[in-house]
């Protein structure tokens, strides 16, 4: 599914694959992902038997990354990433409302998997599928030269982007500091990780303040260098 041209004009209705401009070589990757279906005999043998959807947002001048997991189903339904009630929870923690979490051209969303997995017998969803990380993660890195800041939410994305340093996802997120200041390590936002938050009453205390001030920090740099850009006329 390519970009429409409303989708740039209103990031927090868009859905799908976002890709604001100038997208360049990101559009090309973009566009391949949005047309995958690598997975879709997984998918379709599945109990929801869905086809795939990749969900994710993109640009080059975006500072932040979300490093997620992967679609949950009522994303899947509505090409929104952190549409739910995980993703209220995770613009609380950053501090930040809809209008700035959904404007691609400051943070980039790339889940661990770009679709909805499935469910597993207990109706949890279902890890994200490696292959998905092993067929794009690499080279969409590579294209989203602006990041400075990567937040990595969960597990995967954690033993993802710092290998052998990840540890459990109570050891790498007590141990935010190490990562500081262009990463930090987090929970997953979801209701399961409740009792996780209540055990662990730094997380809220300790990490949550840093986070907060690490993401006003690079998106006020962000629209800094937007309003330079435009006096500069070269947006
Ligand atoms: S999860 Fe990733 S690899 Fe699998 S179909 Fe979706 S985009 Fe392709």
Same mark, same amino acid.
């Given at each position: ?83 739910? !009630?995980?993703?209220?929870?995770? +613009? %609380? @923690?950053?501090?930040?409302?809809? /209008? $700035?979490?959904?404007?691609? =051209? ?21 890890? !994200?599928?490696?292959?998905?990380? +092993? %067929? @794009?993660?690499?080279?969409?890195? /590579? $294209?989203?030269?602006?990041? =400075? ?27 935010? +500091? ?58």
């Amino acid at each position: 599914m390519k970009p429409s041209p409303s989708d740039h004009e209103d990031p927090v209705r868009a859905t799908g694959v976002v890709v604001a401009p100038p997208a360049g070589r990101l559009a090309d990757l973009a566009e391949r992902i949005a047309a995958c279906r690598l997975c879709a005999d997984r998918f379709a043998a599945t109990a929801t038997a869905h086809a795939p959807r990749p969900v994710l947002r993109l640009s080059p001048q975006a500072s932040v990354l979300v490093a997620g997991q992967a679609p949950g189903m009522r994303v899947h339904r509505s090409g929104l990433p952190f549409d739910d !009630p995980s993703g209220e929870r995770l +613009r %609380s @923690w950053m501090g930040i409302d809809r /209008a $700035a979490f959904y404007d691609p =051209r400051r943070i980039a969303i790339v889940p661990m998997a770009f679709c909805f997995p499935g469910y597993d017998a207990r109706k949890a969803d279902l890890p !994200p599928p490696p292959l998905c990380a +092993r %067929s @794009w993660r690499a080279p969409l890195m /590579a $294209a989203l030269r602006g990041i =400075r800041l990567t937040l990595l939410v969960g597990g995967h994305a954690q033993r993802w982007h710092l290998g052998r340093r990840a540890g459990s996802v109570t050891e790498t997120v007590r141990a935010w +500091r190490d990562f500081a200041p262009d990463i930090i390590p987090l929970p997953h936002p979801s209701w399961r990780n409740t009792a996780w938050i209540r055990r662990n009453p730094w997380f809220e205390a300790e990490l949550l303040p840093h986070l907060r001030r690490r993401v006003a920090e690079e998106l006020a740099r962000a629209v800094s260098m937007a309003s330079s850009a435009e006096e500069d006329g070269t947006t």
